[in-house]
Every structure is written in C-alpha cells, then in structure tokens.
C-alpha cells in the first residue's frame, strides 16, 4: 500500500492546480484566438468543469475572468497585426492567414452584416462557428482603427466566455466525476461546433 500513498501524496493540491491551469488556460485561448485550429472553446468548457469541483472560492470566476482576458488580448492581437498588413504594399501572411479562413461567400455576408448591424456583429460572430475571422477581415476591409474593433470586441469575448462555461457546468452538473463531465463538455463542443455547417450541407446552396 506504500505505492498508494506515495500516488495519493504527488496528486497536486487545489492551489497548486490553479496556479498552474490559469496561466495555461490564458496561454492556450491566446494561442488559439491567434491559430484558429485550437478548440478554445472545449477548454473553456473543461476549464469549467474542473472549476466545479473545486473548493476554492472564486474558481469559476477566475475561468471566465482568464477566457474572456486571453480571447479579447488574442483578438487584439490579431487585428492589430492583420490591420498592418492592409497598410503595408507587401501584406502580411497574418492578413493572408486571415483570408485563407474567410470564404468569398462567408466574407460577403459578413461585409453586409456589419453595414447594417455594425458593431452588434461581433458579439454574434464570436458565438457562431467559424463566424469570427469572416468578420474580423471585413472590418480590416472596412478600415475600423482598433479602438472601435475594441468597443464591439469586449462583449463579444465576455459572452463567448459565458456560453461555453454554461456548457462547462451544464456537462459538470449531469456527472458526478470531473473526467466524465470533461468529456461531455468536449463533446458537446464539438457538436455546437459542427451542428451549423452540417446542416449547410445537408440544407445545399440556397434557392435564388
């Protein structure tokens, strides 16, 4: 039994835990508003999880407070670079990363979204998938300076938060376990995430 008590001794204790999984959160949604690949989302969700079944006061605040703060620092970053290279003769390859995930017809309605809906657009587009970068190039199109991406940014990154830490304690409060309630919030995730471009497909082009 020295084995076991040797194992339960190394399992980290809640501060320590929090000490290390904040600054990983933050780095990995700031990585991922940066490199649309990551699932941010899902971490958040995850995030949310393990925040349930915590003691420490303030752990699920500390989740939305480091998601909201890494996804809005991400954004910023993104568009203050993507903002240099429409000013710039050569580009940059962040403004062409940029373009590379917003198709033609994706761009189009997001340009049409933002001349009728304005800043409203952003808060929208941070809660559908696939729906930020379109957006976020047709405001470098539209020339916004940063201070007014910043405006329509801050709400936009604060509800994502929210979203998908309810999806985070919805899945916690279904499953008595933490690795169990972590894995419907992944999978939950993904399914919000997929849900909307397999009903494109399924739905085909639309009718003129």
């Not at 509800?159 to 499953?175: D, E, M, R």
Request: net charge positive; glycine share 8%; aromatic share 8%.
């Amino acid at each position: 039994m020295s084995w076991l008590a040797a194992a339960t001794l190394d399992i980290p204790t809640e501060p320590t835990q929090q000490a290390l999984g904040y600054p990983s959160l933050f780095l990995l949604v700031l990585i991922g508003a940066l490199v649309p690949v990551v699932p941010t989302g899902a971490l958040v969700s995850s995030a949310a999880v393990v925040a349930m079944h915590q003691t420490l006061p303030f752990a699920m605040l500390m989740v939305f407070a480091t998601a909201s703060l890494a996804a809005f620092c991400g954004d910023m970053a993104l568009y203050w670079l993507g903002r240099r290279g429409v000013g710039s003769k050569n580009g940059s390859r962040w403004l062409e990363a940029i373009r590379s995930r917003a198709p033609e017809d994706r761009l189009e309605q997001a340009q049409e979204k933002l001349a009728e809906h304005d800043v409203a657009v952003l808060v929208l587009s941070r809660l559908v998938p696939a729906g930020r970068i379109p957006v976020m190039l047709a405001c470098l199109l539209a020339e916004w300076p940063l201070r007014r991406f910043a405006r329509g940014n801050l709400p936009a990154c604060l509800a994502w938060a929210v979203t998908y830490q309810l999806i985070g304690i919805l899945s916690g409060a279904l499953f008595s376990k933490p690795w169990e309630g972590v894995a419907a919030a992944i999978a939950l995730t993904v399914l919000v995430s997929v849900a909307p471009g397999v009903w494109r497909r399924f739905r085909g082009p639309a009718k003129a």
